[in-house]
C-alpha cells in the first residue's frame, strides 16, 4: 500500500463537503422537528421521535465519518480505529432502536411506515463502514471507494427517512390523530 496519508489526502475534498453537506442536512433536520417539538413529546409520537432521533444521529455519523478522514497525518492506526469504533457504536445503538421498534407495537402509537427496514438498512450501513476500517488497516486502500457508495447510501436512505418524519407530521395528519 502507497503512504496512507498521502492516498487520504486525495480524499479530502470528498470527504470535507460530505461533512458540510450531512451537517446542513441535520441542521434542517434538526429545525423541521423542532417545529413540532410539541407533538414529538406527545406519547403516541414517541416511535416517530424515536424514528427522527435515529435519523438526526445518521447524518451526525456521516459527518463524524467525513471529520476521521480528514483529521490531519492520523495514519492508518489514528483513522481506521475511531472509523472502527464509531461504525461499532453506530451499529450497535441502532440494533437497539430496531428492538425497541419490533418490541413496541402499541395500537395506540403513532408509527412511521416502513421504519423497521429503515433501521435494518442503517445497521447494514455501519457494518459495511466497519469492514471499510478494517480493509483499509489490512492495506486495502480500495476500500474508500466504497465508501463512496456507502454515503450514497446513506444520504438517500435517510433523506427518505426524514421525508417519511416530514409527511406523518403534516399538519392534516397531526390534526386527525390529535383530536
Known sequence: MVDFNSVIETWHDFYSVLSQVSATFAGLLFVSLSLRHELLNHPEFVRVKRLAQHTFK????????????????????????????????????????????????????VQV????????????????????AVLLFLGIDKALYLVVGLVIWTL???????????AELNAENINKKCE
Open 156 to 166: 438517500a436512505l435517510v433523506t427518505t427517512s426524514s421525508w417519511k418524519l416530514l
Open 58 to 109: 445518521a447524518f451526525l455519523f456521516l459527518v463524524i465519518f467525513a471529520l476521521i478522514f480528514i483529521i490531519p497525518k492520523a495514519g492508518l492506526l489514528g483513522t481506521t480505529m475511531p472509523l472502527f469504533l464509531v461504525a461499532l457504536y453506530a451499529f450497535v445503538i441502532t440494533a437497539r432502536g430496531l428492538h425497541i421498534e419490533l418490541k413496541d407495537k402499541c395500537d395506540y402509537t
Open 113 to 132: 411506515s416502513g421504519a423497521s427496514k429503515i433501521y435494518l438498512l442503517s445497521m447494514l450501513t455501519y457494518l459495511m463502514f466497519g469492514i471499510v
